[in-house]
């Protein structure tokens, strides 16, 4: 897919929640952490709904049902109804159901989330290899997912059944920080079989049509805060994307963000859902956004100025893209992201 490389955030005269009809919403990291709601989230989305844009929930955790994820959102304070949430295991059960006949068991190692999805495409969730699955699905399946289901996916494949992922995130965000994510166990069956998954969640293709198929979105904006999986599903998508500074996402990595990486807009948190984006402007050879000036010297990011945390990552942001091209900026932000509090 050919694209324009993108060298700087981009600017909305309109607040987004009005410039968008759908916010495509991820979970995980941008409305909650582990059973909490996420700072400004409850609030955003509430305002944002009442000014007419719809929300619509899309996460790559396939451990819950999506009745489950909307009955925590309410509880939260964000009303959901289960149409609301779009799930990697309802992508990956369509991927499947696609490929076998009806009523065909799949192999499940994951949680509730998988099973449903699985029967909503009519097909029959089983345990073990010896039930003559034709398919393996694998999906989050928590902290406490057992070595043995690893071991039954192993056995199948090895009998030559194809194997189907959920998604790949290593690392998914929780109340006490960072834990391993479905990427890191779909690794031990990789390195156990040599098998590769077909893989259904972000950032690839029928994770997004599914979201297109449920939503029905005509201006639909992806807003997550993993640079691999919300924005690039977004880039790979052909639609516009916020990333927001609340999940796994850091300055850092921003900055040195390859294109398909690079979101549209960029901000602390869903506030930034209710506002315009400012404009960052080239000046001087440098890149100007409210009251900051960012310059790309030899072997760092300078940053000059006052204000707003946020116009200064987003000059900054403008300064390593435009650097890097289309690769990958390697200069030194520390000292100006430091200077940001970021």
């Known amino acids: 897919m050919s694209q324009t490389v993108r060298t700087r955030p981009d600017a909305s005269r309109q607040a987004l929640s009005e410039a968008y009809d759908t916010a495509l919403l991820d979970l995980d990291g941008v409305v909650y952490a582990g059973g909490s709601a996420i700072a400004h989230a409850v609030e955003s989305l509430g305002t944002a709904r009442s000014g007419g844009m719809r929300l619509a929930y899309v996460t790559n955790n396939a451990l819950r049902t999506p009745d489950a994820v909307a009955g925590h959102l309410t509880e939260l304070g964000v009303p959901a109804e289960p ?71 192993c056995f199948a494949i090895h009998r030559g059944v194809p194997w189907f992922a959920s998604n790949t995130d290593l690392t998914i965000p929780s109340a006490r920080g960072i834990a391993p994510g479905n990427g890191a166990a779909v690794e031990v069956v990789r390195i156990a079989t040599g098998a590769e998954p077909r893989v259904a969640g972000k950032p690839l293709p029928p994770m997004h049509r599914e979201t297109i198929l449920r939503t029905g979105a005509e201006r639909p904006l992806v807003v997550g805060d993993r640079l691999d999986t919300d924005i690039e599903g977004a880039f790979n998508g052909e639609v516009d994307s916020l990333l927001v500074l609340t999940g796994v996402t850091d300055g850092a990595q921003l900055l040195a963000a390859p294109p398909q990486h690079r979101p549209t807009f960029v901000d602390a948190d869903l506030r930034g859902l209710l506002t315009g984006q400012p404009e960052v402007v080239g000046e001087g050879g440098g890149f100007r956004c409210g009251g900051w000036t960012a310059t790309a010297g030899s072997e760092r990011l300078e940053l000059d100025g006052e204000g707003a945390a946020m116009d200064g990552l987003r000059a900054l942001c403008a300064a390593a893209w435009t650097a890097a091209g289309d690769g990958t900026c390697a200069l030194d932000g520390g000292k100006a992201l430091a200077r940001l509090g970021l």
């Open 83 to 153: 149409s609301d949430v779009i799930t990697s295991a309802q992508a990956v059960a369509r991927l499947i159901s696609e490929q076998v006949p009806e009523g065909a068991r799949v192999l499940v190692v994951g949680g509730e989330g998988l099973r449903v999805a699985l029967r909503e495409r009519g097909l029959e969730p089983v345990d073990s290899a010896d039930d003559e699955p034709v398919a393996v699905v694998q999906g989050y399946g928590g902290p406490d997912l057992t070595w043995s289901r690893f071991a039954e996916a």
